[in-house]
Structure formats: C-alpha cells, structure tokens
C-alpha cells in the first residue's frame, strides 16, 4: 500500500513510521522545513500524565501510549522521557483533581491525597496558597518533544519507503481520489491520503475549519536562580486548577527549561500570522506563578513562546475517515502529543486492513477502551 500524508508534525511522522515498519510505502509533505519550528509539536516538552479529569477514556489509553512510545525509543535507539510524577492541585471550586482522582479510581490507578500541611514539606519549592486539595501519583512525565519530532524526521529520511517532502506544501487534498496537488503545481497520487495538518486543516480542507478551531497559546520559560533550578530538576510535573487561571508547570528535567502555560483555550488567531508573544498575554499567569511557586520574584521570563493548536467543542481527538480514500489525523485540543505515538501506529494499522473507520474514529475520541480488531 502506498499512503501520502499532508504534514510531519508528531501526527504525519508517527503514521509514517508505523506504515513504513508494517512495509508500506509513504510521502510524506511537509510545508516548511522538517521539522518545521512552528508546527505544535515543536516545543522542548510535552507532558504524559494520567489525571485526566472526568475523560475516563484517555487516562485508560496511557499505559497504551507508553507501550507506543517504548517501541518508538526502541526503533530511534534512544530514549526522549523523564518521569516526573504528576502532582494535581485543587481548589477555589475547581474539582478537576478529585475528578481525575476518583476516575483513576476505578481503573485501578489510584492517586494518593496528600495532606496539605505536607504538601510544601514533600516539595519544598511549591507555596500551598490557595490549595485546598492535593493529589499525587507517581506516574507521569515529560516527552522532549521537539528532539522526539527531529530524531523521528532523521529515521524516517533513511528509509527506503519513505519519502519525505520539506519545504512542499500541499494546495488541495482530493480524498475521493487519493490525490494531492502541491502548490508548485505537481499532483501525487497514492491508495489513501492522511491529512495531518494541524492548526491548518481548516486552509485545507475549509469544512472542517468550523470543527478544529485554530487556538493560540502563550507559554512563559523561566530563568530561574540555581537552587531553584535543582530543585525543580527532580520535578514533579504541577497541574493546578485553584483560581482564575488555571496552570500547568513543566520542570526543566535532563536540561531543558522550565515552562509554565495556562489551560485557556484562546480559540482564535492564525498560525500563519506572526508569533510574538506580549507580556500582557500572561498577566494572570504569572500572578497565579507568585502565589504558588516559591522565591518566584527572583525568577525571570527567559522568553515567550506563541504555539498554536486545533481545539474541538468537546475536546476530544479527530481521527476520521473522509471520502472513499481519505483520512483526517488531528488528535490535539491541546492534548494530543503524549499519544502521538499510539495515534500513529493504530492509524497505520487500521490504513492498511479493513478494521472499522467508524470504530477507529471512536477509540481515538477515547470512548472505546481498545483500538479495533
Ligand atoms: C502550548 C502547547 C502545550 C501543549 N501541551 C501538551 C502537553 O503537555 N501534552 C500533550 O500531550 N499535548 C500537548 N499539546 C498538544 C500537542 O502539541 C499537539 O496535540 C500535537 O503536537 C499536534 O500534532 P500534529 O502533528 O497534529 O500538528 P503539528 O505539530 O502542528 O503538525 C502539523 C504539520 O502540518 C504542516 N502542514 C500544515 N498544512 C500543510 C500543508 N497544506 N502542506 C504541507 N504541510 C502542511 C505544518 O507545517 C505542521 O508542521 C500542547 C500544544 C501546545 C501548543
């Protein structure tokens, strides 16, 4: 089988390699460079966790992202994760820590309720204003995503199946036909299409534009004092949900910065228009920072960053069969990377057998417990 996939973010690459392992043929089209500095998945990290709120569904297909990602580490000959552990703070009326903690619950992942009085005794570097309730679980950690989505593009380019076309980008997307038409003018054909593209499906295929709405995100690096920062080196990951403005805190393992973002969706922007990123996006951010993080004014902003990513109603992944030979890839709102791996693997299983779309398309929207057979 022959398979032409529109993009080479973590999506288009890991359906990549998944065919190419199974023997298929791919072109792959990229349309900067690969990897391209502004696709969503070019960042230092990404974060792998199991607290997931009230979506039973995709904490249950962690342990299925870890088995995708131990056998990408296995094909690349190294491995790009540091476990954390994922420390969930609530309160203010936020519940999504006890919700993530009693839907663990019932899938025999279990988080331990941490004391708040022991909360800033376990991790020192944390301030517990504002924390009512805290849960931790060991499991958890940070994917070094853009060194993940370099090594990927490397492997790929040595294979014999795979070519890869940076710098092409494709002007229209027949998934009747399985063709594609770059703008250069030259057309390509292959037995189906995947369109990966990210915040700019919508340019591609305008119908879907209303459903995968581009978001624009800012996310602060710190420059943080040395004790700080090897404090901070042994984690854990944060995610905390007790006031406006929700955060999440990426520790700076093996090297990398450390990062702070918001879970705001800002559903709107372009991902073609300029990225820099005003200190007066992050206002409320780093008020929340100063009541939650330790010696926090004597941390400076290293750098902003503006990413974008495709965000849907219910937050849930797009992973669709589209006309007769066609598939749309976005597993994102805003999530999507720790599962990269998997979405990949089971697309190219299920491209290249006759398993169930429809059944596909709802185990990535994470309501069936198992890919299809
Ligand atoms: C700030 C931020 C924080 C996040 N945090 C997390 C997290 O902690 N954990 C997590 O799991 N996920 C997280 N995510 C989400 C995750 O990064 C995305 O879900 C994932 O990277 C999406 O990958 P993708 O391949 O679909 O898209 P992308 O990486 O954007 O790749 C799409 C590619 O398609 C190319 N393309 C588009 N149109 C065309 C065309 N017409 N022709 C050729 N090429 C084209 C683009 O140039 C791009 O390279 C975060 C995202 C952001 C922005």
Same mark, same amino acid.
Request: proline share 13%; net charge negative.
């Given at each position: 089988m022959k398979a032409i996939i529109v993009g080479g973010g973590i999506m288009g690459l890991c359906t990549a390699w998944g065919l190419a392992r199974d023997g298929h043929e791919v072109e792959l089209f990229e349309q900067g460079p690969l990897p391209n500095p502004l696709a969503s998945s070019m960042d230092e990290h990404r974060l792998i966790r199991h607290p997931y709120g009230d979506h039973v569904g995709y904490a249950r297909l962690i342990d299925d992202a870890y088995v995708a990602w131990d056998l990408l580490w296995d094909d690349l000959g190294q491995r790009f994760y540091a476990i954390t552990g994922t420390l969930a703070l609530t309160g203010n009326g936020a519940d999504w820590a006890e919700r993530s903690a009693a839907a663990l619950a019932t899938i025999g992942k279990p988080m331990t309720e941490l004391p708040v009085t022991d909360l800033t005794r376990r991790f020192p570097q944390i301030e517990a204003k504002g924390v009512e309730r805290a849960f931790w679980i060991e499991s958890g950690g940070v994917l070094f995503a853009q060194d993940i989505v370099a090594a990927l593009a490397r492997h790929l380019a040595r294979q014999s199946r795979v070519r890869l076309h940076p710098h092409t980008s494709v002007r229209s997307a027949d998934l009747e036909q399985a063709r594609i038409v770059t703008e250069a003018g030259t057309a390509y054909a292959a037995d189906v299409v995947v369109v990966a593209a990210g915040a700019w499906v919508g340019r591609l295929l305008p119908d879907l534009g209303r459903q995968l709405v581009p978001s624009r995100q800012v996310v602060i690096y710190f420059d943080l004092p040395a004790e700080d920062r090897a404090a901070w080196a042994?984690?854990?990951m944060v995610i905390e949900k007790t006031g406006d403005v929700g955060l999440y805190l990426v520790p700076p393992m093996e090297g990398r910065g450390l990062k702070v973002g918001d879970? &705001?969706?800002?559903?709107?922007?372009?991902?073609?228009? &300029?990225r820099t990123a005003r200190e007066d996006d992050i206002q409320p951010l780093l008020e929340r920072c100063r009541s939650l993080l330790r010696g926090f004014d004597r941390w400076r902003t290293d750098r902003l960053k503006a990413c974008f990513y495709t965000v849907t109603d219910d937050e849930r992944f797009v992973v669709e069969k589209h006309g007769a030979r066609g598939w749309v890839m976005s597993p994102c709102s805003g999530h999507g990377f720790k599962f990269g791996a998997l979405m990949g693997l089971e697309l190219a299983r299920t491209l290249a057998s006759d398993r169930d779309a429809a059944a596909h398309a709802r185990w990535s929207a994470g309501l069936e417990a198992a890919a299809p057979t």
């Open positions: 042994k984690g854990p879970h &705001e969706f800002s559903r709107s922007g372009d991902p073609m228009a &300029e």
